[in-house]
């Protein structure tokens, strides 16, 4: 299965060899993760973040309406109570979705930059 690094860096491919069509771009949770994602690889100063990459996931969130994607609710697969997604955490890997309460024990990293490792598949979530 591919890793969503990989995944990201061939829609952006693609996108880019496609003459940057619009219907090309990632929507939605998708695009939203994804920013996320670049966004902490960058400040790591992860090299797999090329401007092609960043231009790729800039006009994807400029398509989207992020409020109303973190304003919609989910169930907290360890507690299952209902939050808005602003206040979970999903697994950019395996979709797997904890509130904010569920996912402290898997926070790593500082408060200026925390992340959380998925207790399911092991993949980083946002
Ligand atoms: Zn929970
Ligand atoms: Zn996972």
Redesign the pocket.
């Known amino acids: 299965m591919e890793c969503f690094a990989e995944k990201v860096q061939k829609a952006a491919f693609d996108w880019q060899q496609s003459g940057r069509k619009t219907e090309l771009l990632w929507t939605g949770m998708t695009a939203a993760l994804a920013d996320l994602w670049a966004y902490h690889h960058e400040q790591q100063g992860d090299p797999a973040i090329t401007k092609e990459l960043a231009a790729f996931i800039t006009a994807s969130m400029e398509r989207i309406d992020i409020d109303a994607v973190w304003g919609q609710r989910r169930n907290c697969a360890g507690c299952g109570e209902r939050y808005k997604l602003e206040n979970m955490s999903t ?1 950019i ?4 979705t904890l509130c904010w309460r569920c996912s402290l024990p898997y926070a790593s990293g500082n408060s200026r930059l925390i992340s959380y490792t ?1 207790p ?4 980083e ?1 946002y």
């Open positions: 697994c890997e395996c979709s797997k998925c399911n598949c092991g993949g979530m």
